[in-house]
């Protein structure tokens, strides 16, 4: 099966990568107990949605996305986690 992606595709797909390695340098900030755990939740996220194709169903998720990490990195700084 050939896949044809156009720029739009190729710009959202971007995007979810640059979500997905922020989310896992902000799983380095957790506390040592519970980095594994997160970066297994973050990975899951990511896979669940592997397959949709609805590209506006994938900017809410985005959205989503960076609204949970900012509520995240939010959280370890008030905790002092670095």
């Not at 595709?9 to 506390?31: E, M």
């Not at 949709?52 to 509520?71: H, M, P, T, Y």
């Amino acid at each position: 099966m050939v896949v044809s992606f156009d720029l739009q595709d190729f710009i959202i797909r971007a995007r979810v990568l640059k979500l997905y390695r922020q989310a896992l340098r902000t799983a380095r900030r957790a506390p040592p107990h519970a980095r594994a755990e997160l970066r297994q939740t973050i990975r899951q996220e990511i896979e669940n949605n592997r397959n949709c194709n609805d590209r506006q169903r994938v900017r809410f998720l985005i959205s989503e996305g960076l609204q949970r990490l900012k509520g995240l990195n939010e959280m370890f700084d008030m905790q002092g986690h670095s």
